[in-house]
C-alpha cells in the first residue's frame, strides 16, 4: 500500500450535490493536510489536523468541511460547490505539524464542478 | 509580492545539457528551502532541501542558495526525458511554520 491514499482519483459533481473526498495514510504520521492545487497558481494549503484537531483553517469557505476522525484518515466533505472550485485537491501528511516541510502527498483527487 | 516567485514555463532543454530551475523569495527571515517535483498527473515528491547558502548537490541534482539575493536554484545536470515534470519551490516561513508553494516551473526535456 502507497504512503498517501487518496479517492476518488476524479470526481464530477454538480453545484447542488453533496459529495467527499477521503485520505488515508500508512506513514504512521500524526500531522495530515488538505492543499488545493488550480492551475497556474500555487499551492493552497486549506486545512491542518495535528493528532485529529483542526489546528489551521486558512479562511476556507464553509462549502469545505474536513473530518478527521483519526491520525490515519482525513475526509474532505463538498456540498453546494461552485465551478471555481474545480481543481486538484491534494492530501498529505508529516510527522507533526512541526516537520511539515516534509510533507508526503497522496495522488491527488481531479474535482470538476459543472 | 508574491511570497515565492517562479517562472511558470515551459523551459525546454535538450537531453544531456543542464536544466536551471530559479526561485525568489520574499521573506528575509526564511531558513528552510525545498524543491519538489511534480510529473503530470501525479502527486508532488520532496526532492531536495537547503538550510544553508551556498551549494548541495545529490546525484544530478544541485541545489543553490543565496539568503542575501533572496534566491534558490535547482540544476539538473545530464538531463534525461525522464526529468520532464513541474518543480515546485516552497519555503517554511519561519515563526508562522507555513510552508509556501511557487506556481511551479514546467520542464520539458527533448530527446
Known amino acids: 500500500e502507497t504512503g498517501v491514499t487518496q479517492t476518488p482519483r476524479h470526481l464530477v459533481m454538480g453545484m447542488t450535490n453533496k459529495k467527499s473526498l477521503k485520505c488515508e495514510q500508512h506513514?504512521?504520521?500524526?500531522?495530515m493536510y488538505w492543499y488545493k492545487q488550480s492551475a497556474k497558481k500555487p499551492l493552497e494549503l486549506m486545512f491542518v489536523y495535528n493528532f485529529k484537531e483542526q489546528t489551521e483553517n486558512n479562511s476556507v469557505p464553509s462549502r469545505f468541511s474536513p473530518e478527521c476522525p483519526n491520525s490515519s484518515h482525513l475526509f474532505l466533505h463538498l456540498h453546494t460547490l461552485q465551478p471555481e472550485d474545480s481543481a486538484l485537491y491534494l492530501c498529505a501528511s508529516s510527522q507533526d505539524q512541526s516537520s511539515r516541510e516534509k510533507l508526503f502527498f497522496g495522488s491527488g483527487t481531479q474535482l470538476s464542478v459543472l | 509580492q508574491k511570497e515565492v516567485e517562479q517562472n511558470s514555463g515551459p523551459l525546454s532543454v535538450p537531453e544531456g545539457a543542464i536544466a536551471s530551475l530559479n526561485c525568489t523569495y520574499s521573506?528575509?527571515?526564511?531558513?528552510?528551502f525545498f524543491w519538489y517535483r511534480q510529473y503530470s498527473g501525479k502527486s508532488p515528491e520532496l526532492i531536495m532541501s537547503?538550510?544553508?547558502?551556498g551549494d548541495k548537490e545529490d546525484g544530478r541534482f544541485t541545489a543553490q542558495l543565496n539568503k542575501a539575493s533572496q534566491y534558490v536554484s535547482l540544476l539538473i545536470r545530464d538531463s534525461q526525458p525522464s526529468d520532464s515534470a513541474t518543480y515546485l519551490c516552497a519555503l517554511l516561513i519561519q515563526g508562522a511554520q507555513k510552508l509556501v508553494f511557487g506556481q511551479g516551473t514546467r520542464l520539458t526535456i527533448n530527446p
Open positions: 537547503i538550510y544553508s547558502n
Open positions: 521573506d528575509r527571515g526564511s531558513q528552510s
Open positions: 506513514l504512521g504520521h500524526n500531522a
